[in-house]
């Protein structure tokens, strides 16, 4: 068989599951934010917490519970790492560094997982447990209550109340990550990923007379939250390359079906809290083409294999996990940059100078496609109320989307949501190129076509950070305290900034009383409205980064 035809093979068979988890994991979750009910085990939670899961809030008190458990977050996990070399399974290593303490639990708790370490090297299984995993779970289920708090702005009107945040966190992390996870790590301790807490072993040694060092890990319950959670940080420095983690070709795409489901899913949970699942299905076409547009045109830059080394290969191979080829790492790198996920089963600043450019712009999307469980459907539904405001532009209405007009409030609300990321990514990047420090951390500057390359490392990075993505391009030393400060504060702000945004926008909403449907009102249900959606976001992307691109994966490409 043809790798370009294995490559088809699994992109269809990915398809296909998606297809079936689609209907049953969307109602699953509709159920689950719209049930007047609560767990026995939630009611425990909640007498924990101290919150009254019944009380409804507005916007700024929603927020607030949204910053305060963040905060708590970001301490707890500083403190766990600063305390590591007094902790017990430590595994001998030592505490981290202040700078990189901060950079890891600014990470971890803003869903991107950026990591500037070794997790072999580095933590042991109390951090690596009680710390990341933990956080795996609840920044994942943070983000899925945000975008049910917007959802809920469209759907109830002459009200400011938009749900109790404490019960969408628990509810989204006990009622659906729990259970999926526990299923999906029995199934990859079955097929091979390891589950233990095990010391270091030497399981080899170097002809120079050095031994190889390996260590243990709860690592398949970790890898499957890691993946459903689009978190991405990586049990081992090798990610999702290691077979520890991901053992064989079925394991692959078993994880990339994990990343994508929740975020696909949610579409269908967002028609069907509006009243209306074509809604639901106009947001799911805007994603899916997208998605299939970038796995089609990453798997042509890297079958294409021009000039004789490529050919000799047969492939794009440098950096690749042979294992996968590069069919399967083509469709895990689209998956993991158009989400918020950054686990990579392949070195992504190997890919072809174009493949790499697809990779940043995935993520200069703003990660909608499907992007991160949560954070994709509510920068989709920002996009959404841009799309509608210039299709009123163009005929001269009064905009509307799910029978709510969008005014003057609403589209700066809109406005500012999309300003932020690009301001963090092309701020820092510009800084970092001035800065002889910065700039030493580049280790591709001198050979042809290197500068560009170089450049868009640090890009790349910052790309990353601040859309919380957290898989890197490689060759750039971020672990330095300029590195590790400026993309910790990157992963902060992009990831808090615009919830407050999508939150006031949610509460104007909500405030609103219905619009009725006229002759005149722009069916969004429709695939017209959807290319509509389609153009919107690459138009605003495009102008948005293009100069920058053009300084990086573009002049190499040229080169």
């Known amino acids: 068989m043809s790798p370009v035809l294995a490559g088809v093979l699994q992109l269809t068979a990915l398809v296909a599951a ?26 425990i939670l909640y007498r924990c917490i101290g ?26 996990l500083y403190l766990l790492q600063r305390l590591q070399g007094g902790l017990p399974l430590s595994l001998g290593f030592a505490s981290i560094s202040p700078d990189q303490a901060f950079n890891t639990a600014a990470s971890f708790v803003a869903n991107t997982n950026w990591q500037s370490y070794s997790g072999e090297q580095a933590m042991g299984h109390v951090v690596q447990t009680v710390g990341l995993a ?36 628990v509810r989204g992390t006990v009622r659906v990550l729990i259970p999926i996870s526990v299923i999906g790590a029995v199934v990859l301790v079955a097929c091979g990923a390891i589950q233990n807490f095990s010391g270091i072993h030497e399981v080899g040694q170097f002809l120079g007379g050095g031994h190889q060092q390996t260590n243990g890990g709860a690592v398949a319950s970790q890898e499957v939250i890691k993946e459903l959670g689009t978190n991405g940080g990586g049990y081992f420095n090798a990610n999702s390359a290691h077979p520890f983690e991901n053992p ?34 106009a947001v799911l076409a805007t994603m899916g083409v997208i998605w299939l547009g970038f796995t089609a045109l990453m ?3 890297e079958f294409a294999h021009g000039g004789p080394a490529l050919q000799a290969a047969g492939a794009a191979m440098e950096g690749k996990e042979t294992r996968f080829g590069v069919g399967a790492s083509s469709i895990f790198s689209v998956a993991t940059t158009l989400t918020s996920t950054g686990a990579v089963d392949s070195f992504h600043s190997s890919f072809t100078a174009f493949g790499g450019g697809l990779q940043l712009l995935g993520m200069m999307l703003g990660e909608i496609a499907p992007g991160g469980v949560g954070s994709g459907l509510y920068g989709m539904l920002i996009m959404a109320v841009i799309a509608v405001f210039i299709a009123g532009l163009m005929v001269g209405r009064t905009p509307e989307y799910l029978g709510k007009k969008i005014g003057t409030r609403e589209i700066k609300l809109a406005a500012c949501y999309i300003l932020v990321t690009p301001t963090l990514v092309l701020g820092f990047t510009a800084a970092s190129m001035v800065l002889p420090d910065a700039l030493g951390s580049m280790l591709n500057t001198k050979a042809l076509g290197a500068g560009s390359h170089g450049f868009s490392e640090v890009l790349y990075a910052f790309t990353s950070g601040a859309n919380n993505n957290g898989s890197a391009f490689a060759g750039l030393n971020a672990n330095t305290p300029w590195y590790n400060t400026t993309i910790g504060l990157a992963m902060l ?7 407050v945004f999508v939150l006031a926008l949610a509460g104007s909403l909500a405030e609103q009383k219905p619009v009725p449907e006229t002759a005149g009102t722009l069916r969004t249900e429709k695939p017209l409205f959807a290319g509509l959606l389609v153009g919107t976001i690459l138009i605003i992307t495009g102008l948005t980064y293009f100069p920058a691109l053009a300084l990086g994966p573009l002049a190499e490409g040229l080169s």
């Open 299 to 301: 798997m042509w830059t």
């Open 51 to 76: 919150a009254n899961p019944d009380a409804q809030m507005r916007w700024p008190a929603y927020l607030r519970g949204v910053l305060a458990f963040s905060a708590v977050g970001v301490l707890f």
């Open 134 to 169: 933990v956080q795996n779970f609840v920044s994942a289920a943070t983000g899925m209550a945000v975008a049910i708090a917007l959802v809920r702005g469209f759907a109830r009107s002459r009200t400011g109340e938009l749900g109790n945040f404490w019960a969408d966190l």
């Open 493 to 499: 702000l992009g990831r808090f900034l615009p919830m």
């Open 18 to 43: 998606l297809a079936l988890a689609y209907r049953p994991l969307g109602d699953h979750m509709a159920a689950v934010y719209s049930s007047p009910r609560h767990l026995r085990a939630e009611k």
């Open 248 to 281: 064989d070709a079925f394991t692959n795409l078993f994880e990339i079906f994990l990343i994508l489901v929740i975020p696909f899913a949610l579409t269908r949970t967002f028609g069907k809290l509006v009243g209306n699942v074509w809604q639901g299905y």
